[in-house]
């Protein structure tokens, strides 16, 4: 059974105002460590969120069983919920159907993997690099599916492949991955390579005094960032409860003029999406555009109790797991006038060169203050070149600051992986330069690189 | 369930495979949410299916079916078996013995929530959303949630255990908002309050909408509170933030499988190295830190682990020394100590891995009171907000709702926006008093997340304010 059809199936179970939103995912993840596999998960599943509608109660329930009884089931569950419900006054209703764009994400090689092709990857990781290597590759295919008593009836079938790794022994680490939706697309022993040869740049750290540095950011690390600071701030139910950084600032000048900063979920080379979990188009959306704020993501519901005229942008989260209302899941920054990475590293000066993040902390929504430590990769930047590496390091930053006084940024884009594939694979990815910034803030010293 | 075990079991073995284990289960869950007064969210959900794992040689395998019959049973044991074929390993794996057995066990409990009527959970929400209401208030919300996971665990070893595990909680946020300040407070606990094994006597012993007023007048209180200022000074930390620092900077640091590397790639390793045990200085001779997955109410409670090695309390940190880690039975067996029992899935969807069951920070004597009575100057800190920690488990930082000065051993101004650092064993080095017995409380957290593909899990801590002197407070961007 197809995405699609459980998705009918279910509202046809229903037999009443009612949505149902299906996803089916076939995928496999051969993890290692060590340069051996010691968790490889292959799953299978397809499950249907009935979300029942009973003169503005709403009631929602969720099963993977799909069979004729598991379906009446999970419709007399959904049904009783919203019978218990009070009125909604804010419900804005089911969405009315609305043509969704064509976009790409489909690659049939990719679907066509089997656990014999993401073992061989994942070896093909393994045996590349010259020190022992952590990670894992995976790919899938998934369908998500959207059919309402309103008339909404769509379903997009999309892949996804992600190759990473940790390349670590005693002394240094390192980290590099890649993400696309054709696998093809992706070199496991690229990745390990990149991984080892950082590696191997990071033994015999030192340490740096706590501070403000100038700071060039790889993709990898600005990526993470910039997701943690969407959480509360890009999305509109952080700017209902105030605890967004833009809430009363759109209009205004945010962050230096080389940030322009959209939700970009249509772009063929990130992991297009064509609809949301109420099945309503995805479009691009302005968040930054040169350094002023311009608006954040919406779904229907938020956008109806803004009461200011915004319309949904086609970012409903799926019903059930809307705790933080809306995200921007396919945030994309455009690229500038560097060539290089080493380019930025040259207009910082002195400062920090940093590859990835670890274990970020929203400390203050409202300032966009995160905090975390830097991991395998990083160095200091002298006289304008990447010099010897550092420890791990604590920062603790205000997003913002970070992207107000900006140096440069790449002109290459790259597409960085924010799944960590907890429940449905619903994978989702930023693309992003690598950044160089005058202000970040050094809190604290970590232990060395290595395993 | 127990006949689909067999036959998954059965055919992995006749494939070829040297150790199977097979799980099925069914899983529902129920949440109810409200904000401002209006249902956020109300959701019913199952999920059931069958995992196997299995061991090919060397190599593991796992794979799992949503179809709870024979065909989907013989189909994850199959496609577990090719999979650990098509990976392959060179290495040998051990696993530690484990004693061939039936049992069943289900948590103990009064109400079943699942038979509180949805309309009952709507009006306890809204009952407390209702008391949170105040000045400056931009945010009111109340959760109550139940989970009930029914799970039949068979091994080739011989083991087969039916367990049943239902939990409940709830908790309420209010958050405020004036002149550009926002402010969060919570009870019991942030991140979706706090739940336990239990039925709905659970929640009604919260209390949530007799706490409210107060969490509410909090709230509108930080807006106009100082920030924490900077310094290093003695630090007294309530029983919730207690928890979280001895889950982030002890409970993830002493599981076995990131000691040996095996989640590098994502949460991060470990500074303790296998030989440390029984010799490490982990912190002061007030430390002491127990693994109980026995523990009435805990999240992490059950008779049996996710791969049938049955519960048993072990202490983890005695007197300020590592003695425990927390262990599978492969890992286990390669260090040649102890017998696993930490093993759990989240699902029938995802392979098991070492995970904390119930650690407590273990209770000495007197009361939060007692604690400050012995600070002349210093910060209290209540409720966790934020927290982060590297790699290794060394360097942390963590932020809570709200603070007070310290001043000659009575609590003084309330300070917003706190956060500590520090080094994990530096840290733990200087505790310098634990509140008794009767501090001692059960925190359940349900969000603690590890694995690739990501797994969450829901663990308990017991723990009571704890006091640490010359503590870097006040970090800010």
């Known amino acids: 059974m197809t995405a699609a059809e459980a998705a009918r199936a279910a509202l046809a179970a229903a037999d009443c105002e009612a949505e149902a939103v299906a996803h089916a995912e076939r995928s496999g993840l051969v993890r290692f460590a060590g340069s051996e596999v010691h968790q490889p998960t292959l799953i299978d599943n397809l499950e249907v969120t009935l979300r029942v509608v009973d003169d503005r109660r709403v009631g929602v329930a969720t099963t993977n069983r799909v069979d004729a009884d598991g379906l009446a089931a999970v419709a007399a569950r959904a049904r009783a919920a919203a019978a218990n419900a009070p009125v909604d006054p804010d419900f804005p209703g089911l969405a009315e159907p609305a043509p969704v764009p064509e976009v790409e994400g489909l690659d049939e090689r990719t679907a066509g993997l089997g656990p014999d092709d993401q073992a061989r990857l994942a070896s093909e990781a393994i045996a590349a690099a010259d020190l022992p290597v952590y990670g894992f590759f995976t790919s899938a295919v998934s369908e998500l599916a959207v059919a309402s008593s309103t008339g909404v009836d769509v379903s997009q079938r999309a892949t996804d492949a992600v190759a990473l790794v940790v390349a670590a022994d005693e002394t240094g680490s390192g980290y590099a991955e890649a993400t696309a939706w054709q696998a093809d697309e992706i070199d496991p022993g690229a990745v390990a390579r990149e991984a080892a040869e950082k590696a191997n740049r990071t033994r015999n750290a030192e340490a740096v005094e706590p501070g403000s540095y100038a700071a060039v950011l790889e993709p990898y690390a600005l990526a993470e960032l910039l997701q943690y600071f969407a959480f509360d701030s890009l999305g509109g139910l952080g700017l209902l409860e105030e605890r967004s950084y833009l809430s009363g600032r759109i209009g205004t000048t945010v962050f230096d003029e080389q940030i322009t900063l959209s939700d970009d979920p249509l772009n063929p080379n990130g992991l297009p999406r064509a609809f949301d979990f109420e099945g309503v188009p995805k479009r691009r959306v302005e968040l930054v555009s040169s350094g002023v704020a311009r608006g954040v993501v919406w779904d229907r519901a938020t956008a109806n109790r803004s009461r200011n005229g915004v319309q949904t942008t086609g970012h409903a989260p799926p019903a059930g797991e809307g705790e933080l209302g809306p995200m921007a899941t396919a945030l994309s920054l455009t690229g500038g006038d560097a060539e290089s990475t080493d380019e930025l590293a040259e207009r910082i000066g002195d400062g920090l060169y940093i590859t990835r993040l670890h274990y970020l902390g929203v400390v203050d929504p409202r300032e966009g203050v995160v905090t975390g430590t830097t991991r395998d990769g990083t160095f200091l930047v002298r006289d304008g070149k990447i010099a010897g590496p550092l420890v791990n390091l604590r920062f603790t930053v205000s997003v913002p600051e970070v992207l107000r006084d900006v140096h440069g940024l790449t002109r290459d884009v790259s597409l960085v992986n924010a799944s960590q594939f907890y429940g449905p694979r619903y994978v989702y990815g930023a693309r992003v330069p690598a950044l160089a910034t005058s202000r970040f803030h050094i809190t604290g010293i970590g232990g060395a690189p290595g395993i | ?477």
């Open chain 2, 1 to 477: 369930m127990r006949d689909l075990c067999a036959t998954a079991v059965d055919a992995a073995v006749t494939a070829g495979a040297t150790y199977v284990d097979a799980r099925a289960v069914i899983v529902r869950h129920q949440s109810v949410t409200t904000k401002n007064g209006r249902v956020d969210g109300l959701t019913d959900s199952e999920s059931e299916g069958i995992g196997v794992r299995v061991l090919v040689g060397g190599a593991w395998g796992f794979a799992c079916d949503r179809r709870l019959d024979a065909e989907g049973a013989r189909a994850a044991a199959v496609r577990a078996y090719e999979f650990a074929r098509a990976t392959g390993t060179v290495s040998r794996r051990a696993l530690a013995p484990v004693e061939a057995q039936t049992a069943t066990y289900r948590t103990p409990l009064e109400r079943d929530p699942f038979e509180v009527s949805i309309a009952d959970k709507v009006a306890h929400c809204l009952l407390a959303d209702d008391a949170l209401k105040g000045a400056d208030v931009v945010l009111r919300q109340a959760m109550v949630r139940a989970r009930r996971e029914h799970k039949v665990f068979l091994s080739s070893d011989g083991v087969e255990v039916e367990q049943e595990l239902i939990e409940c909680g709830g908790g309420i946020d209010c958050a405020a908002a004036r002149d550009g300040v926002f402010q969060l407070r919570s009870f019991p606990s942030a991140h979706v309050g706090s739940s336990e094994q239990g039925g709905w006597e659970v929640v009604e012993r919260l209390g949530l909408a007799r706490e409210a007023p107060r969490v509410a007048e909090q709230a509108a209180a930080l807006l106009r509170a100082p920030v924490c200022p900077e310094r290093v000074t003695t630090l007294v930390v309530d029983g919730d933030q207690a928890a979280l620092q001895v889950h982030e900077s002890v409970g993830h640091p002493t599981e076995l499988d990131r000691i040996y590397g095996t989640e590098a790639s994502y949460a991060g390793t470990s500074f303790l190295k296998p030989g440390d045990l029984g010799s490490l200085r982990y912190g002061s001779e007030q430390m002491n830190v127990t693994a109980d997955p026995t523990t009435a109410g805990g999240l992490g409670t059950f008779a049996f682990d996710d791969e049938g090695v049955p519960a048993r309390r072990q202490p983890v940190v005695e007197r300020g020394v590592l003695t425990g880690f927390l262990t599978s039975r492969e890992t286990a067996a390669r260090i040649g100590t102890g017998a696993g029992g930490s093993m759990r899935a989240e699902s029938w969807n995802r392979m098991p891995l070492v995970r904390m069951t119930n650690l407590h920070l273990e209770p000495d004597e007197g009361s939060l009171d007692d604690l400050l009575a012995d600070v002349d100057d210093g910060v209290y800190m209540e409720t966790n907000k934020s927290w982060s920690i590297d790699d290794k488990r060394l360097n942390f930082q963590f932020g809570t709702q709200i603070a007070w000065e310290i001043k000659k051993g009575k609590l003084g101004r309330m300070l917003r926006d706190a956060t500590y650092t520090g080094i994990t064993p530096e840290f733990w080095g200087r505790l310098d008093a634990v509140a008794g017995r009767d501090a001692w409380r059960l925190y359940g957290l349900t969000n603690c997340g590890k694995g690739q593909p990501g797994q969450g899990a829901h663990v308990s801590h017991g723990a009571v304010p704890a006091r640490f002197r010359d503590v870097h407070v006040g970090v800010s961007a």
